[in-house]
């Protein structure tokens, strides 16, 4: 079972091994972006858990315009956010903010020069949520803040202060390491 | 998704830039487990063969049967059956032995009556010569030591000879006392006491293991039932309506085996705290005997284990009452009991997800810890009587342990929270097999009265 159209037919039918083949082949790039809206790694799996289940799920839903993969990262984000909105740690426009202190020190920064992803990924995972949710939507996903807006249910001025402070946040971050 | 771009600067460049084609993160095994576990069953491929009934159907379905059938047998040996003919033969015989009043035994029925459940039946089988008439002037029996040749007298027509003194310990000693009339044998034959339904909450830890799951049950009810008898007692007369109140408690632990995404297995440990209240409202007619003005009232529990007695007492001996003064009681009961459950069920459940529906089903081992009947209040509205001393009289509690055995049956709902939580909520039934015996079904399952004056 090899070519992607055998491989969702397979899944439509409720073909276990198809289903199996169909998460393996998308894993690791799901988790990659679901690394990216989670707090850790363990909450990273959960949101991977629950949307995967939503794409066998919904799977007859997915039309066949566009690739399946684009289909399958557009669940996630979407289950991302029901995620942390679950978790209420979509902050909400009047609430302040607390910024994790990750210290001067942090080995992690120290040591950035090697695989700079993963890095970045823990860098993203010490940003607030809502700071590190716009930035994901707006810099790697490509919603407008029009778009951002509709999906957090804040304003559009908002989702813009947001987003350049998860980046000022992220370049400070960045030039400790960088400079290390 | 916009599929406009906006322009982007160095920072925006370089998060794309960093994740491009980056996939060297993978997940955990147990993440394709867990997803695995909220699929649907996969569809059997075509042309396969129709699969063999796993052993787990099969021990579920044994185990059941086995439990049913033990608990059905025990059942059968907990509660004594008396067969109608041996309580009018056990009774007879007392009465000729004390009294040697052939007369009486000649008005009964013939000893040849058997069990049954239909109350018509029962009650067609009282003696034909009890007439209302006679009823009116059936004998009473005083509570009295009397003759030494003799612990019984009986009355003919109401008249009352000379009273004999007499120790206040023998008058009050019930066992020594037989009953002067057979109690018309009223063996009620309850096969099922189906309870009220209730709803449980089981918040559910699951996946300990792939197939292993822990629940906690929590279930409260609160029922309320009217029980109606009409005594055919030539000494008694019912006022109709026993209230009885309940409230279920339950609490325990269980566990859950899945097979597959439909078929699980279920069992574990339920202690239930059951509190019951009746309310009884007998209705009795003064007749005075020699050695006083007392009338006592007897509530018997199951197998006569707990004797109830309630005493009015205080009048003056000179005190004129009229003839047939009816005297009627209000006497509160209240029984607490305590148990534990094994459950064993099969659980069949719809493969969805997060929400699903399923029934279980399976046998229920119940080993009941303890029972105690206490009197909460007793009253009377008679004018000429009231209640010695303490009210509610003293009762010496009882306990009893006992092993029964029925069904489960429910059916309900769960919702996944996430993957180590679930909430499962169902009204349920229970059903158990009982055998009572006497006047009123429950608390009161034996109703004698003895009065004495």
Redesign the interface.
């Known amino acids: 079972m090899n070519t992607e159209e055998q491989i969702l037919q397979g899944c439509l039918?409720?073909?276990?091994q198809a289903?199996?083949t169909l998460?393996e082949r998308f894993?690791?790039?799901m988790?990659?972006q679901c690394?990216?809206y989670a707090d850790s790694r363990e909450e990273?799996?959960?949101i991977?858990?629950?949307g995967?289940?939503k794409v066998?799920?919904d799977l007859h839903q997915y039309s066949g315009q566009g690739p399946l993969g684009a289909w399958i990262r557009?669940v996630m984000v979407n289950t991302a956010l029901q995620q942390l909105r679950k978790n209420q740690r979509l902050i909400p426009t009047t609430q302040i903010e607390h910024v994790p202190d990750t210290g001067d020190d942090d080995p992690v920064i120290q040591a950035f020069e090697g695989?700079?992803?993963?890095e970045?990924?823990r860098l993203l995972q010490s940003l607030p949520a809502g700071y590190r949710t716009v930035?994901n939507l707006y810099?790697?996903?490509?919603?407008?803040h029009k778009?951002i807006a509709e999906q957090l249910q804040i304003n559009v001025s908002t989702s813009k202060s947001q987003l350049l402070r998860a980046?000022e946040m992220?370049?400070k971050k960045?030039e400790k390491t960088l400079n290390t | 998704m916009a599929e406009e771009l906006h322009p982007k600067d160095g920072l925006e460049e370089y998060l794309i830039n960093a994740f491009e084609g980056y996939e060297d993160e993978t997940p955990s095994d147990s993440v394709w487990q867990h997803i695995e576990g909220g699929l649907p069953a996969p569809v059997a491929p075509a042309g396969a063969i129709i699969r063999p009934i796993a052993w787990k159907w099969a021990a579920g379905i044994a185990a059941s049967l086995l439990f049913g059938g033990i608990g059905w047998t025990l059942l059968t040996f907990h509660q004594k059956i008396e067969t109608l003919s041996g309580i009018v033969e056990d009774k007879t015989r007392q009465i000729e032995a004390l009294s040697g009043a052939d007369s009486i035994s000649r008005s009964l029925p013939a000893p040849s009556l058997a069990l049954s459940s239909d109350k018509s039946a029962a009650a067609a089988q009282t003696p034909p010569s009890l007439s209302p008439q006679r009823r009116e002037k059936a004998p009473i029996l005083p509570r009295t030591a009397a003759a030494p040749e003799s612990e019984i007298t009986i009355y003919e027509n109401g008249v009352v000879p000379e009273p004999e003194p007499e120790s206040v310990a023998a008058s009050t000693s019930f066992d020594k006392v037989p009953d002067p009339l057979p109690l018309h044998p009223r063996a009620t034959l309850l096969p099922l006491n189906a309870s009220a339904p209730a709803f449980k909450l089981v918040p559910e830890k699951q996946r300990l293991s792939k197939n292993i799951a822990i629940k906690a049950v929590y279930a409260w009810q609160v029922r309320q039932a009217a029980h109606e008898d009409h005594g055919n007692d030539p000494r008694q007369s019912f006022s109709p309506g026993e209230i009885r109140s309940q409230t279920d408690m339950r609490a325990g632990l269980g566990i859950r085996l899945r097979d597959n995404h439909i078929v699980s297995f279920e069992t574990g440990l339920e202690y239930r705290y059951r509190a019951e209240e009746a309310v009884h409202r007998p209705r009795f007619r003064y007749r005075r005997g020699p050695g006083g003005s007392q009338f006592e009232y007897q509530l018997l529990t199951p197998g006569n284990a707990n004797k109830v007695s309630v005493t009015l007492a205080g009048i003056p001996a000179d005190t004129i009452i009229p003839e047939n003064e009816p005297i009627e009681l209000s006497i509160k009961t209240r029984q607490v009991v305590s148990s534990i459950n094994l459950p064993l069920a099969i659980r069949l459940s719809t493969p969805t997800a997060p929400l699903q529906g399923y029934i279980r089903a399976g046998a229920l081992l119940q080993y009941r810890i303890s029972e105690r009947l206490e009197i909460v209040e007793a009253s009377t509205s008679s004018p000429y009587f009231s209640f010695p001393g303490d009210n509610p009289p003293n009762v010496a509690p009882s306990t009893r342990q006992s092993v029964s055995a029925g069904v489960v049956m429910g059916v309900g709902g769960s919702w996944r929270a996430n993957r180590h939580m679930s909430i499962s909520a169902e009204p349920y039934l229970m059903m158990s097999a009982s055998r009572q015996e006497g006047h009123m079904p429950g608390l009161a399952e034996g109703l004698s009265s003895n009065t004495f004056g």
């Open positions: 039918a409720g073909d276990r289903q199996r998460y894993k690791n790039q988790f990659v690394l990216r990273a799996e959960d991977l858990h629950e995967f289940v066998f799920r557009k695989n700079n992803a993963r970045l990924i930035l810099v790697l996903e490509g919603y407008s778009e980046k992220l370049r960045l």
